[in-house]
């Protein structure tokens, strides 16, 4: 059994992490079509050992295609997915747009897989912001073991999750200093080579930035909306990878042994936890890789019942691509049969 699927975005950086991951996981892809916007159509992409040239969106029928993984921004998704979903073929969004519509599920398959079943409403189904996603696989089994009181999170995040232009900026300040060019600045309002910057999307009223406020929405619509989360999301001049120090509050007692078993034996998870140099995993080391690592699990003394951990994801595979197939793999496998 096989499956027309069309990848739209197909020419940026998660949709090409997407027709990888496709190959790469052996989706049951009968028939593969890459979608982009009028300036790209005609580029070529690799997919299974084939080259395919983009076709434009604006000109596809849906009416015969099973499923859309879309990745092309908030405001493609807005004009597009509902009119997709229209014609039958169910769309797997990376964009925010649709992450807090009541009609459309918000998944990261290893927490809430249950929850697909809502897609029929739109035929829509959302993936969740990249460090949401990666919180959210190690928070699950946590959450299960204790009840997740409060948490506290600190995000070092790469240049990637800006895209490519972020990428070609960083690379271009960094070779900047060291032949002492003027910096250009383009994509952020501060110097992002050798510096970090604590702002990520727009600032709200309140002084959240919205990366800080989605990380505290789709945690409450993902896992529990009785966890209260607060977040200082921060940009970090790191290609790919994001990594977040997570502090954990707990309503029940734990054993720390048993909690650090616990995330060895959860899906998706891989930890790496030695109290020795280099016992951790860092960035450079998740990139290309499925897992999400957890590392310096340690009790927090200053509370009753808390917990510290490292958690570091490659955010264009799990925040983004990886975490979109998933959820077409569970959407195939319990709800969209094919006779």
Request: charged share 25%.
């Amino acid at each position: 059994m096989s499956y027309k699927v069309a990848v739209i975005g197909a020419t940026g950086n998660v949709g090409r992490e997407m027709l990888n991951i496709l190959s790469e996981r052996e989706f049951p892809v009968g028939e593969l079509i890459p979608l982009a916007s009028r300036r790209s159509v005609g580029q070529e992409v690799d997919f299974g050992g084939k080259t395919y040239k983009c076709q434009a969106l604006e000109n596809y029928d849906f009416s015969d295609t099973d499923i859309a993984l879309m990745s092309a921004g908030g405001s493609v998704a807005a004009e597009w997915a509902e009119k997709i979903g229209a014609q039958g073929c169910v769309v797997i969004d990376n964009s925010s747009h649709f992450r807090m519509d009541p009609d459309v599920p918000l998944i990261v398959p290893e927490v809430n897989a249950d929850a697909i079943a809502g897609y029929t409403k739109k035929n829509i189904i959302a993936n969740p912001n990249c460090s949401t996603a990666q919180m959210m696989v190690a928070l699950k089994p946590l959450h299960d073991m204790a009840t997740i009181k409060r948490v506290v999170v600190s995000t070092y995040q790469s240049v990637s999750g800006s895209g490519k232009a972020a990428m070609d900026e960083l690379f271009r300040q960094t070779r900047a200093v060291f032949v002492n060019d003027e910096i250009e600045k383009e994509v952020y309002p501060k110097q992002i080579a050798f510096n970090v910057i604590p702002h990520i999307d727009k600032f709200m009223d309140n002084g959240d930035t919205k990366e800080e406020w989605k990380m505290i929405a789709e945690t409450a619509k993902i896992l529990d909306p009785e966890i209260k989360v607060t977040a200082t999301c921060v940009r970090v001049p790191v290609f790919v990878g994001h990594s977040e120090s997570i502090n954990v509050e707990f309503e029940n007692a734990f054993d720390e042994d048993k909690a650090r078993d616990i995330l060895r034996e959860a899906p998706g998870l891989l930890v790496v936890d030695k109290r020795e140099d280099g016992g951790y995993t860092t960035p450079i080391e998740c990139v290309g890789e499925y897992a999400t690592y957890i590392s310096r699990i340690r009790r927090d003394e200053s509370l009753e019942h808390g917990l510290n951990l490292w958690c570091v994801s490659d955010n264009l595979r799990k925040g983004a691509a990886l975490n979109a197939v998933q959820i077409a793999e569970s959407l195939i496998n319990k709800h969209l049969s094919k006779n």
